[in-house]
């Protein structure tokens, strides 16, 4: 064994703001070295035509920056290593839609409305990717400017008649076909087909004109290796495309779905736009290799294996799905993993289809080739408590400058200090009468529903002292955690078996949130001893396609190393069934606000 050449993997993550590359070293089982490059996130809020109270946001980033940033980062880790000795690449990234047009150049999805001009001119100034938080297809912007000679009562009513929810037109369209049973029964705005149907509405030569779109993470491996094929995880989870092997006659793209919304087009040259070549992560199909353009853009060698890639959030639950304790064999299909980042993503196989309302799937093949996954979310997490935390009036004067980092060190050991002082059994105990529910961004699960807001539900004239924001912080950070336990509770009512959960990125830094996610759902959480598993997931996808390991469920068993759990804590359970009680009223009510 000693004699042997060193072997190693790559695993490229391309986030919301930032693209990370790590180089996995075999021997070690553990990244040799890592990277990051900061990525543009264009925002533009603009006025729905003709409507002065109404607002949209567009998110869009720029492909050519973040090649860029993949390429560079990938050459990072390379350094110090023969190249010939990494046996494969893998490739994750956010559901983002990429618009790519003639000769395979980008192509500005903002032709209709600029960007703030937050990126740099040139290399970010294209932005042709539709990010995946993006909700422009909430609203059908129509072109109401000719109909401005009309009174006012006259333009508002066709206002009222041209304003609606793509989203909602497609559900309406499609709600007695058997596709909507798997995402939950309704499709999300975070999906591919109502941005496509809002660029067909209101960009209709970019929608014409594009020579094909694409998932980010299908797009870095076409990048790499030229081949255009698509995943099975992007275009099942993100596209609509049906897979369910049980029904072999409706296996595939179904031309009744875009018939019935309005896209048409999307069929035409065997789907040619969309794909028409459909590969399983993971799965034994043909070979693919990074081609010489590729090889000379990453600096790898001509011919190295790239994986058929994940969404990033599936790359994160491929690798805590097979992640170990340390003392039990591993059941992936008892395990729920939680991706944290700016959302936070729940991923849960089963070997056979599980269909529960709210939540997305099942989804066959996935993210574990022939398994059904399951996929919940919470559309803001990371982002709602930084949320909470930077606009509290104690933070803006006395710990800005700290970072967030360190800012939330801070308040962790200041919530312990406090409880200890008030001699409370536990820190948790102190958010006491606040509550706070946790969907400034809609819910995405278990309801699936947009329009819901966030609350705050007890609070008095102290706004403004540390002691106010520590309570506050403590029981957004609750918020969080009895939404995960409302999720828990959705799947388990529909006859899935969680034995445990384990968790990875920002909020598993965080030690207070995961002590408060095990209390308040009772169960352990698992933190792996590898802190980068969304890359690692992509790594595995680079070793799977090299066959260096085995299959992908081998190739995982080896990489995915083992973690800690941290279990609940009994004396909290009492508290924080009561306080679940309470944010499951205030869900209750907030329902009955929006049925009004």
Request: aromatic content about 8%.
């Given at each position: 064994?000693?004699?042997q050449?060193?072997?190693?993997?790559v695993?490229?993550d391309?986030?919301?703001?930032?693209?990370?590359?790590?180089?996995?070293?075999?021997?070690?089982?553990?990244?040799?070295?890592?990277a990051?490059?900061?990525?543009?996130?264009?925002?533009?809020?603009?006025?729905v035509?003709n409507?002065?109270?109404?607002?949209?946001?567009?998110?869009?980033?720029?492909?050519?920056?973040?090649w860029d940033?993949?390429?560079?980062?990938?050459?990072?880790?390379?350094?110090?290593?023969?190249?010939r000795?990494?046996r494969?690449?893998?490739?994750?990234?956010?559901?983002?839609?990429?618009?790519?047009?003639?000769?395979?150049?980008?192509?500005?999805?903002?032709?209709?409305?600029?960007?703030?001009?937050?990126?740099e001119?040139?290399?970010?100034?294209?932005?042709?990717?539709?990010?995946?938080?993006?909700?422009?297809?909430?609203?059908?912007?129509?072109?109401?400017?000719?109909?401005?000679?009309?009174?006012?009562?006259?333009?508002?009513?066709?206002?009222?008649?041209?304003?609606?929810?793509?989203?909602?037109?497609?559900?309406?369209?499609?709600?007695?076909?058997?596709?909507?049973?798997f995402?939950?029964?309704?499709?999300?705005?975070?999906?591919?087909?109502p941005?496509?149907?809002?660029?067909?509405?209101?960009?209709?030569?970019?929608f014409?004109?594009?020579?094909?779109?694409?998932d980010?993470?299908?797009?870095?491996?076409?990048?790499?290796?030229?081949?255009?094929?698509?995943?099975?995880?992007s275009?099942?989870?993100?596209?609509?495309?049906?897979?369910?092997?049980?029904?072999?006659?409706?296996?595939?793209?179904?031309?009744?779905?875009?018939?019935?919304?309005g896209?048409?087009?999307?069929?035409?040259?065997n789907?040619a736009?969309?794909?028409?070549?459909?590969?399983?992560?993971?799965?034994?199909d043909?070979?693919?290799?990074?081609?010489?353009?590729?090889?000379?853009?990453l600096g790898?060698?001509?011919?190295?294996?790239?994986?058929?890639?994940?969404?990033?959030?599936?790359?994160?639950?491929?690798?805590?799905?097979?992640?170990?304790?340390?003392?039990?064999?591993t059941d992936?299909?008892?395990?729920?993993?939680?991706?944290?980042?700016?959302?936070?993503?729940?991923?849960?196989?089963?070997?056979e289809?599980?269909?529960v309302?709210?939540?997305?799937?099942?989804?066959?093949?996935a993210?574990?080739?022939?398994a059904?996954?399951?996929?919940?979310?919470?559309?803001a997490?990371?982002?709602?408590?930084d949320?909470?935390?930077?606009?509290?009036?104690?933070?803006?004067s006395?710990?800005?400058?700290?970072?967030?980092?360190?800012?939330?060190?801070?308040?962790?050991?200041?919530?312990?200090?406090?409880?200890?002082?008030?001699?409370?059994?536990?820190?948790?105990?102190?958010?006491?009468q606040?509550?706070v529910?946790?969907?400034?961004?809609?819910?995405r699960?278990?309801?699936?529903?947009?329009?819901?807001?966030g609350?705050?539900?007890?609070?008095?004239?102290?706004?403004e002292?540390?002691?106010?924001l520590?309570?506050?912080?403590?029981?957004?950070?609750?918020?969080?955690a009895?939404?995960?336990?409302w999720?828990?509770?959705?799947?388990q009512?529909?006859?899935?078996?969680?034995?445990?959960?384990?968790?990875?990125?920002?909020?598993?830094?965080?030690?207070?949130?995961?002590k408060?996610?095990?209390?308040?759902?009772?169960?352990?959480?698992?933190?792996?001893?590898?802190?980068?598993?969304?890359?690692?997931?992509?790594?595995?996808?680079?070793?799977?396609?090299?066959?260096?390991?085995?299959?992908?469920?081998e190739?995982?068993?080896?990489?995915?190393?083992?973690?800690?759990?941290v279990?609940?804590?009994?004396k909290?359970?009492?508290?924080?069934?009561?306080?679940?009680?309470?944010?499951r009223?205030?869900?209750?009510?907030?329902?009955?606000?929006?049925?009004?």
């Amino acid at each position: 064994m000693e004699n042997q050449e060193p072997i190693f993997f790559v695993g490229v993550d391309v986030g919301t703001a930032s693209v990370r590359a790590g180089l996995y070293s075999l021997a070690s089982k553990s990244f040799r070295k890592t990277a990051i490059l900061p990525i543009t996130v264009h925002k533009a809020t603009v006025n729905v035509r003709n409507a002065d109270r109404t607002r949209t946001e567009l998110i869009s980033q720029s492909s050519t920056e973040i090649w860029d940033a993949v390429c560079r980062t990938v050459r990072d880790v390379s350094v110090g290593v023969d190249v010939r000795q990494i046996r494969g690449i893998g490739f994750d990234a956010t559901c983002s839609l990429v618009v790519v047009g003639p000769g395979d150049a980008p192509m500005n999805v903002d032709g209709l409305l600029k960007s703030d001009g937050t990126g740099e001119e040139g290399i970010g100034s294209c932005l042709d990717i539709i990010m995946w938080m993006d909700h422009r297809a909430k609203y059908s912007i129509d072109s109401l400017n000719r109909h401005g000679e009309f009174p006012v009562l006259i333009r508002l009513s066709l206002f009222l008649f041209f304003l609606r929810k793509e989203t909602e037109y497609i559900n309406q369209k499609l709600a007695d076909h058997p596709c909507l049973k798997f995402v939950g029964g309704q499709v999300s705005l975070e999906m591919e087909i109502p941005k496509l149907l809002w660029l067909k509405t209101h960009c209709p030569d970019i929608f014409h004109g594009a020579s094909r779109f694409m998932d980010l993470c299908d797009f870095l491996s076409w990048k790499a290796s030229g081949d255009t094929s698509r995943s099975m995880c992007s275009v099942v989870c993100k596209w609509l495309y049906q897979a369910d092997p049980r029904q072999p006659t409706t296996h595939g793209w179904d031309r009744t779905i875009f018939s019935a919304i309005g896209l048409e087009e999307l069929c035409q040259e065997n789907f040619a736009k969309i794909g028409t070549d459909i590969r399983v992560p993971g799965g034994k199909d043909q070979l693919v290799t990074v081609s010489e353009k590729g090889s000379s853009e990453l600096g790898l060698t001509f011919g190295t294996p790239v994986g058929t890639s994940l969404i990033d959030a599936h790359a994160g639950g491929l690798a805590l799905a097979f992640c170990g304790d340390g003392k039990n064999v591993t059941d992936w299909s008892t395990r729920l993993a939680l991706i944290c980042g700016t959302s936070t993503c729940y991923m849960q196989c089963n070997r056979e289809p599980v269909f529960v309302p709210g939540v997305w799937g099942p989804y066959y093949s996935a993210m574990v080739p022939q398994a059904w996954l399951n996929e919940a979310g919470q559309s803001a997490a990371g982002q709602f408590l930084d949320h909470i935390v930077k606009t509290h009036p104690f933070y803006l004067s006395n710990l800005k400058a700290l970072g967030m980092s360190a800012c939330y060190n801070h308040l962790n050991q200041r919530a312990v200090e406090i409880s200890q002082a008030s001699q409370m059994e536990d820190t948790g105990f102190l958010s006491n009468q606040l509550h706070v529910f946790p969907d400034y961004h809609g819910n995405r699960s278990p309801l699936s529903n947009p329009d819901f807001t966030g609350m705050i539900v007890g609070l008095t004239l102290d706004g403004e002292s540390e002691l106010s924001l520590v309570k506050l912080y403590l029981a957004a950070m609750q918020g969080l955690a009895y939404e995960s336990r409302w999720i828990i509770e959705s799947l388990q009512n529909n006859n899935i078996r969680i034995g445990d959960l384990a968790i990875c990125g920002g909020l598993a830094n965080n030690p207070l949130f995961v002590k408060t996610l095990a209390d308040v759902v009772g169960m352990p959480v698992l933190l792996p001893f590898i802190k980068e598993s969304v890359m690692l997931g992509a790594a595995i996808l680079g070793a799977t396609a090299s066959g260096a390991l085995g299959g992908l469920e081998e190739s995982a068993a080896v990489m995915a190393g083992s973690g800690s759990a941290v279990q609940p804590a009994e004396k909290s359970q009492l508290y924080h069934k009561a306080r679940y009680h309470v944010f499951r009223k205030m869900a209750d009510f907030q329902l009955s606000l929006l049925d009004n």
